[in-house]
């Protein structure tokens, strides 16, 4: 069965930095592009980062370019949102998803989310 | 990027009626769009993906169509389980932009 445990989250003040993890089961990350997508309170989704199956390829959304990097570690199953300089507008619910099939980026299964609040 | 225009931001149906929800994409994205339903305080959930593909487990009553710019996502006869938020989803290129949402109401 595949499962996400996203975990990491909490309450930063801005300008800090907090570092995200998502550990999977039933299915190998290397195998499979992952993304990170976020919800702020009461708002719509927004995709933020994204790997590529191989690896070898990042992506993140303007809003967070420079600033929040996504990483893997393939012995430990689990993929990484590593966010500096934080802003109040990143105070959001942070999923972990995975994509459909390896050579496809669209998200089929999601984590439960972890909360990350950016406050003074 | 790509931006995704959704309409109506609300609907408010009855149980049986026929939903549609319209995605618009700011440039061509071929069929590179997928739906997903989100109830509150938990993950969303694939519908269809590749434009008109349903997701493995997902009720016939849902589908898909459209090609280009233009998107539909229609529920041909609405059951109590479906009133939630609907999205839609552009990966045609990165940013894999969503659309702002269709929250589909009990009237």
């Known amino acids: 069965e595949v499962q996400l445990l996203e975990s990491g989250g909490g309450l930063v003040q801005p300008g800090g930095s907090l570092r995200l993890s998502c550990a999977a089961s039933?299915?190998?990350?290397?195998?499979?592009?992952m993304s990170w997508v976020r919800q702020a309170p009461g708002k719509g989704l927004e995709w933020v980062s994204g790997?590529?199956?191989?690896?070898?390829?990042?992506y993140h959304a303007d809003s967070v370019k420079g600033r929040f990097s996504i990483s893997r570690d393939n012995s430990k199953n689990t993929v990484y949102l590593q966010m500096n300089s934080l802003r109040a507008e990143d105070t959001a619910v942070y999923y972990c998803a995975k994509s459909r099939v390896p050579t496809t980026v669209v998200t089929d299964y999601w984590g439960q989310g972890t909360l990350v609040t950016v406050s003074s | 990027d790509i931006q995704m225009t959704q309409s109506p931001s609300t609907l408010s149906a009855s149980v049986g009626d026929r939903v549609t929800i319209t995605c618009r994409a700011s440039q061509s994205i071929s069929n590179w769009l997928a739906w997903y339903q989100q109830k509150p305080g938990k993950a969303p959930k694939l519908l269809i993906y590749k434009a008109s593909s349903l997701e493995s487990g997902v009720p016939s009553r849902f589908s898909g169509s459209g090609s280009g710019t233009e998107f539909t996502l229609t529920i041909s006869s609405l059951q109590p389980d479906d009133f939630a938020t609907y999205y839609c989803q552009q990966y045609n290129s990165y940013s894999l932009t969503f659309g702002g949402g269709t929250k589909v109401e009990i009237k």
């Open positions: 039933g299915f190998t990350v290397s195998s499979y592009a």
């Open positions: 790997i590529s199956g191989s690896g070898s390829s990042t």
